[in-house]
């Protein structure tokens, strides 16, 4: 069946940003943070008009959007990313969980993780306007070997889900617009931009849950094993999985890392490789014009029949009724 937004609703929880631990509060300056949120507003406006989807920047790893039209849930395998919304509201799925993220608020993705992302609030006239920014984990293990780093109020080992919400503050916000306004400035790009990322990731690592960020990186936390796990298994997404190597590989029991994978990423190893496995079809049958049988064959499958199943079951369609589908819309999943 199809992603149905209320059935996913009635199953789950919403995890919306006020349930999510945060970093103690802090005196803000409303008036500065509003007009902060109006100038990434006018920029997005200003950079983005006549755009429809993504457009890229001139600064390496920073995705721009906006959308006019709504569309239904996407799915997509996110890497690790930090986004924004200046005008509108998203929602992300990860198995039952429901995170809802909007212009007072940020998102990140600290691995590589199935969702589905569907733009709740979107007309011609206030399109949805945001970005998005890869985050690079070898930028992140240079930040917290640093020795001036603090230490994290919310440091631990334990693994927690690969996503979370956080509210926006005035000094992650101002890293943002500066960041941003690099685009119109593409000279000023390959010096300052790497100096605004790594603020960028010093205000997420210091903010709320920024200890799961470093967690994903501190070698033999269980996130930092899981995060090789999820490695090991998308480079072998169209081979026999077999569990007990991955284990060994991580250095984690077979019975340990199910329990810690799956809490990370809300699904089996299995499971998985098998949205992986999907996922990659997809792309084949909807940009690379493949067969049915050839995008099975490729990704690992031996019966098209069941590839067919599994297809229609994942993405709520038989694989030509959902290229006919998806050819009618397009949207960016966070």
Not at 96 to 118: F, N, R, T, W
Not at 188 to 205: F, G, N, S, T
Not at 245 to 259: I, T, Y
């Amino acid at each position: 069946m199809d992603l149905d937004l209320h059935s996913v609703q009635d199953s789950g929880p919403l995890l919306l940003p006020e349930a999510v631990e945060r970093a103690p509060a802090r005196q803000q300056d409303d008036s500065r943070f509003q007009a902060m949120q109006q100038e990434l507003l006018q920029l997005l406006e200003r950079t983005t008009a006549g755009v429809e989807g993504m457009l890229a920047t001139a600064i390496p790893n920073l995705e721009i959007y906006r959308i006019t039209c709504p569309s239904g849930p996407k799915h997509a395998v996110q890497k690790p990313v930090f986004a924004v919304i200046a005008q509108g509201s998203k929602r992300i799925f990860v198995g039952d969980e429901i995170y809802e993220y909007d212009p007072m608020h940020y998102l990140v993705a600290s691995v590589d993780l199935p969702v589905v992302g569907k733009v709740m609030v979107t007309s011609p006239d206030e399109p949805y306007l945001g970005l998005r920014l890869e985050l690079d984990t070898q930028e992140i293990g240079e930040l917290i070997g640093d020795e001036n780093l603090p230490a994290s109020a919310n440091f631990g080992e334990g693994a927690a889900r690969g996503l979370y919400v956080n509210r926006l503050d005035v000094d992650l916000l101002d890293a943002v617009l500066r960041l941003l306004r690099l685009h119109e400035t593409p000279r000023d790009v390959p010096i300052m931009a790497p100096m605004i990322r790594r603020e960028i990731l010093y205000r997420l690592l210091m903010n709320g849950q920024g200890a799961l960020l470093r967690q994903t990186v501190l070698q033999d936390s269980q996130m930092n094993r899981v995060a090789k796990a999820i490695r090991l298994i998308k480079e072998g997404y169209d081979q026999a999985l077999r569990i007990e190597d991955v284990a060994r590989d991580v250095h984690m029991s077979v019975s340990s890392l199910h329990h810690h994978f799956k809490l990370v990423t809300a699904m089996s190893p299995l499971q998985y490789q098998k949205n992986l496995r999907l996922q990659e079809a997809r792309k084949l049958i909807l940009t690379a014009d493949a067969s049915v049988a050839t995008a099975a064959h490729r990704v690992g499958y031996e019966s098209s029949s069941q590839f067919s199943r599994e297809y229609s079951r994942l993405f709520g369609a038989p694989p030509l009724r959902d290229k006919r589908r998806w050819q009618e819309e397009e949207a960016p999943v966070l």
